[in-house]
């Protein structure tokens, strides 16, 4: 089986890789308005790609203020334990970079995903994109 590779990103050389990434999940399989997917943090976060023979096949970025977010990841590439790989990776560069702790807002059918990286939940459900979420938070040794 080919090797997934896990990088940071360049923003604007990797910025198609990253939106065809998102747009494929959020906005077309969730149906995420488009309105919302892009926001102020996309110039300043660190963003990573995972790529497959140099295609890009899941993406999630780090803000400055530790939250991880729009992680994603190609439904044909899903159930092959990338996800948990691309997390660790994240959390890995938040560490390197001198954060003590990280957060995220979980879709609650995706809490167990994140807790199996030691994410614990923090407070109750709310809604962000019309999606059920959940604040979880992981500190670092």
Known sequence: MAE???????WDRDLD???M????????????????EWDDQETSAAHFLVRLEGEPVATG???SKGKIGRMAVLPA???RGLGL????????????????HVFLHAQCHAQ?????SGFQPVGGEFE?????HIKMERSFD
């Open 128 to 132: 962000e994109a019309d999606i059920p």
């Open 85 to 100: 790989r691309l997390l660790e990776a994240i959390c890995n560069y938040a560490r390197s970079r001198g954060l003590h």
């Open 21 to 36: 990434v998102r747009e494929t999940v959020f906005i077309r399989e969730q149906k995420v308005d488009p309105a919302i």
């Open 61 to 63: 970025r780090l803000t």
């Open 4 to 10: 997934f590779e896990i990088a940071v990103a360049d």
């Open 77 to 79: 590439f899903r159930g």
């Open 17 to 19: 890789a990253i939106r």
């Open 112 to 116: 167990d995903f994140y807790a199996k």
